[in-house]
């Protein structure tokens, strides 16, 4: 049923994908069905194992090893990859967010790209991703999570760059998929170490294992894990892709951005949390980097006008408290975790479509543009309050239990004495001020500040005027505003509803910490430290918020090259400069300079090999010397290379490298080698052509002979060429190497058992060596494309002689025209 | 216009050339023959085409073919080996057998079609380099005063330059 789930997406993304969405009005709520559906398969199935409450554990059906279903297929059985997927508390927590905020989505992304004659793209590239989550969440094998995790980074770099004639859209989603997939790099060789490290890849089987910690290489593999997690996950050095990717439609921005792919990160931490944790390294690392993640997102996000971008910068923020939580290993940071990452996708998720929802209806989504949008948008308004106090953490929401049990949790650290307590504690507490700040800043400014017509308020240098509220270009369907809803209605109405879902909230702790867990989260602590420091952090929370035009014009005098995106750009520009300059150095001399490198790098090993080989080995065997035929052959293909060397005429020159090639295809048909004479035939006729084709176009030969240094450097390559041949086919030849192991053997007795073919030529070249041939033909194609390119650019017809780029044209040209003959 | 004999000769052998190609393609796993000396000889056809009845008219008969023949041939190549993918291995070979009603017992598996792909990818790169080839020598009628270039470095060789009203010329061809 799992496998089935990841495969249904699959499949309805293709379906979606040729059904032209955009032309029919019900396929908005056809793609919220398999979502939902997968949804609620979820909760029938884990239903009977969330004991409400802690007593009547007897109701509860026992886990089978932690996990409520499991499912293995065989993939690669010889690299030890298996499909194998399992559900647990954990798993479970996150398929339900990804298949229930993804049905929101999937019905909004309807009505957000009405009209839009991609749509069907979007739905296949979206639809994909949900399975590749869903895949990352649920597998059970460190290889199929990595096959996965690609799988999103593909997928939302399609997504990003969805509208693909912006060149913002192009930046955001490239630079997304560089930190992603670079750290996925990482991620791979970490997973692969952990798997060698731990003698096994199946991830329920790692994390119960004892004393991975000890093991030597623990620092590098928990390292290189890490880096893919803080990539995936916009950790601080690499959090300034995540507001590069808001260039992605908006429902993409609230699915990936916000509710899943984020959380990858986040999800790998935590499932990997019990095996990795108990390391000081682990505890520090995610401490500081998520310690100013989550600082960082806060107070840069009050900077923002674009409601995307501060929302972007906000779910940094938040992601940055989620990976600080994940250091510490109390059960009281398992399950604040828990209910942060819940908490965060019912609210953050419903505001990227509120933004959404106000874009589409306004045309614009800077804070600066609009104001008063109660009047106009009052359903998306009460949305828009509802997840946005709940994003400030203001009681009775569902934020406010997420801050309130994160709170708890540092103290509880703090309590032991604990340092990192203290600095979590002291984060958090700032962090929860700016929060707030934020907050109230988007709510205040978009939707319930009257229209404002004190124009003193925009002081702010280069930010734009504010005006009265914008008139509603276009009205919002009642579906569009529903999907919102839907989500932020459940985020309402879940701190009333804790006791039953605490048996969901400590299932997933649970299967974090791979211990049962007996805590639980409650609306009301009574007046703890927690609600003083979050009282505090509320106040100064609305200082920040008075003061925020001051705020952000400090901000704005932050020098802009320390910001992220724009090191990565310089950094990217270095590398394009550096690759120039090697091409340069490297590239672009003459033919003749150019194979002259070429040909002495070849000759270079096989004179380093001459050094250690006594002659006399390479003595060939002599009962197999040439006869009499042989020889006349021998001395046919000395002579006509001569006369291709001295010969005057170019047709003369031309028929003399015919008879040397005729002459190499005669010993191979006297060796007995009918494939290769036959390509070798074929190729020559060719070249003949070709060369008589362009050579009797070209002029007489004019030019002032050669420089005496000149010739003795062609001389001197001819030798080594010639050298390089000559003593390769000794070596293979030599008494040594006939008598050791050679691979011909082998191909022969296996071409036709194993290959299925008696010609064992072919057998090698498209079963045996598949993967050289794929790359030779790979080049093959490469070449063509250059070929194509220079031989049919219209510069081509240009006049010589007039501009210097022509004569650059000219002189490529040349270049292809005389490499023609090695073709 | 290409001489008479190369044009009579032309109708006889560029069937028998493909037919050749064709036949050398299927037999090649098991005698002399395969994708790579396939394409080379369907190649050796097309240049008959090409010299016995001008570069254009080859190019508007298949020249829109031959770039995503590269591309096809590649993607069939690939695609052969997931095949293998799908028991263990990329490439590893997948055999099936059966008895054909008047072929008797065939073996068809997962390396034919790679060599498939290995037949357009060489047909199709072979065809495009004589096809932009012949355009250009078709073109180049070198004018004597281009030959006293500027010194040319090393081993040079006198300039392509190309007749300004190449385009008028091929037109009127």
């Not at chain 1, 993804?102 to 909004?108: C, D, I, K």
């Not at chain 1, 959404?356 to 306004?362: K, L, P, T």
């Not at chain 1, 609600?531 to 003061?547: H, K, M, P, Q």
């Not at chain 2, 008797?104 to 034919?112: D, K, L, Q, R, T």
């Amino acid at each position: 049923m799992l496998a089935a789930s990841v495969g249904l997406f699959l499949i309805s993304g293709v379906i979606l994908f040729l059904l032209q969405p955009e032309r029919r009005a019900w396929a908005g709520w056809l793609s919220a069905v398999p979502p939902l559906a997968v949804t609620t398969w979820q909760l029938l199935v884990s239903l009977p194992f969330l004991g409400s409450e802690a007593g009547s554990s007897s109701r509860t059906a026992e886990l089978v090893n932690g996990a409520i279903r499991s499912e293995q297929y065989s993939w690669i059985e010889s690299l030890g990859m298996s499909l194998s997927f399992r559900l647990d508390g954990l798993s479970l927590l996150f398929g339900l967010i990804i298949t229930g905020v993804g049905a929101a989505v999937a019905l909004y992304t309807h009505y957000y790209l009405e009209n839009d004659k991609r749509q069907g793209y979007f739905y296949l590239a979206l639809f994909s991703f949900m399975a590749s989550m869903l895949g990352l969440v649920w597998a059970d094998n460190l290889l199929t999570l990595f096959v996965f995790w690609e799988g999103t980074s593909i997928t939302s770099y399609l997504l990003i760059g969805y509208k693909h004639d912006s060149a913002a859209a192009r930046g955001g989603a490239r630079n997304a998929f560089i930190v992603t997939a670079g750290g996925g790099l990482a991620l791979l060789a970490g997973l692969i170490l952990l798997g060698q490290e731990s003698g096994s890849y199946t991830i329920s089987e790692i994390v119960s294992r004892p004393g991975l910690t000890e093991l030597p290489l623990f620092p590098v593999i928990l390292v290189l894990i890490l880096l893919g997690a803080f990539t995936k996950s916009a950790q601080f050095p690499f959090h300034w892709w995540l507001p590069g990717a808001m260039a992605a439609p908006t429902p993409a921005s609230a699915y990936l951005h916000s509710a899943t792919m984020v959380k990858a990160g986040i999800y790998l931490l935590a499932r990997l949390h019990p095996a990795l944790s108990d390391h000081p390294l682990w505890l520090w690392s995610l401490l500081i980097f998520g310690g100013i993640t989550m600082l960082l997102g806060s107070v840069v996000a009050v900077r923002h006008w674009d409601m995307k971008a501060l929302l972007a910068y906000a779910t940094v923020s938040q992601l940055g408290v989620l990976t600080t939580l994940l250091a510490f290993r109390s059960e009281a940071a398992l399950l604040a975790v828990v209910v942060g990452i819940l908490a965060h996708a019912l609210y953050k998720g419903p505001l990227f479509l509120v933004a959404g929802i106000v874009d589409h209806a306004m045309g614009t989504r800077s804070l600066g543009r609009l104001a008063g949008l109660r009047h106009s948008l009052p359903v998306t308004t009460a949305i828009a309050v509802l997840a946005g106090v709940s994003m400030a953490g203001l009681p009775p929401l569902f934020g406010f239990v997420a801050k309130e049990s994160l709170l708890e949790s540092f103290f509880g650290a703090a309590e032991h004495g604990d340092l990192t307590g203290w600095i979590a504690l002291g984060a958090a507490a700032a962090a929860g001020a700016f929060f707030v700040a934020y907050s109230m800043t988007f709510l205040w400014d978009a939707f319930l500040r009257p229209v404002a017509q004190d124009e003193s308020l925009t002081v702010t240098p280069g930010a734009p005027h504010r005006r009265a509220p914008t008139p509603v270009l276009h009205a919002p369907a009642a579906p569009f505003v529903a999907a919102p809803l839907i989500l932020v209605a459940c985020g309402t109405a879940a701190p009333f509803v804790l006791g039953p879902l605490s048996g969901f909230f400590t299932l997933a702790a649970g299967s974090i910490s791979g211990s049962k867990i007996d805590k639980h989260v409650s609306l009301w602590h009574g007046f703890t430290p927690a609600l003083f420091t979050s009282i505090v952090a509320i106040a100064l929370g609305v200082v920040l918020f008075l003061n925020r035009d001051l705020l952000r014009r400090s901000l704005l005098r932050m020098p802009r090259r320390i910001r992220g995106v724009v090191l990565f750009q310089r950094t990217l520009d270095t590398i394009y400069t550096l690759a120039q300059i090697t091409a340069r150095l490297s590239q672009g001399y003459t033919l003749a300079t150019q194979s002259a490198i070429v040909l002495l790098a070849a000759f270079v090993p096989v004179a380093v090999a001459l050094r250690h080989i006594r002659l006399n080995d390479l003595m060939p065997d002599t009962t197999v010397l040439a006869g009499s035929s042989e020889t006349i052959l021998i001395l046919m293909t000395i002579v006509s290379a001569y006369v291709t060397v001295r010969v005057r005429t170019r047709l003369g020159a031309i028929i003399s490298i015919g008879v040397v090639g005729v002459s190499v295809t005669l010993f191979y048909v006297f060796f007995s080698a009918p494939d290769l004479a036959l390509t070798q035939l074929l190729i020559e006729v060719l070249t003949v052509v070709l060369l008589v084709l362009v050579f009797t176009k070209l002029p007489p030969d004019t030019r002032p002979p050669m420089q005496r240094l000149k010739q003795f450097r062609n001389l001197l390559v001819a030798l080594a060429a010639g050298a390089f041949g000559f003593f390769l086919v000794l070596f293979n030849s030599s008494v040594v190497m006939q008598a050791g192991q050679t691979i011909g053997g082998y191909f022969l007795h296996n071409a036709v058992p194993g290959g299925h073919g008696a010609n064992v030529v072919n057998v090698i070249l498209v079963d045996f060596r598949a993967f050289d041939t794929m790359g030779e033909i790979t080049v093959l194609a490469i070449a063509a494309l250059g070929g194509y390119a220079l031989l049919n650019a219209p510069r081509v017809r240009l006049p010589a002689r007039s501009e210097p780029a022509q004569d650059k044209a000219t002189e490529q040209e040349r270049r292809r025209g005389t490499s023609g003959e090695d073709s | 216009m290409p001489e008479l004999y190369l044009r009579l000769l032309n109708r006889i052998l560029t069937p028998v050339l493909l037919l050749l190609a064709l036949f050398l393609l299927v037999r090649g796993h098991n005698l002399p023959g395969g994708g790579f000396i396939a394409g080379l000889m369907a190649a050796a056809a097309f240049e008959l085409q090409i010299l016995s009845r001008g570069h254009q008219r080859v190019r508007r008969a298949i020249g829109p073919y031959l770039n995503s023949g590269i591309g096809l041939g590649l993607a069939v190549a690939i695609c052969s080996g997931i095949f293998g993918l799908m028991e263990g291995h990329f490439f590893q070979g997948k055999w099936f057998e059966m008895n054909m009603p008047l072929l008797g017992h065939v073996e068809f598996g997962s390396p034919i079609l790679f060599d498939l792909g290995v037949f357009l990818v060489v047909v199709s790169f072979a065809t495009s380099y004589l096809l932009g080839l012949s355009r250009i020598s078709d073109g180049a009628a070198f004018r004597s005063e281009d030959v006293d270039l500027p010194p040319a470095p090393d081993d040079a060789r006198p300039n392509f330059s190309v007749e300004t009203d190449q385009s008028s010329k091929e037109s009127a061809s």
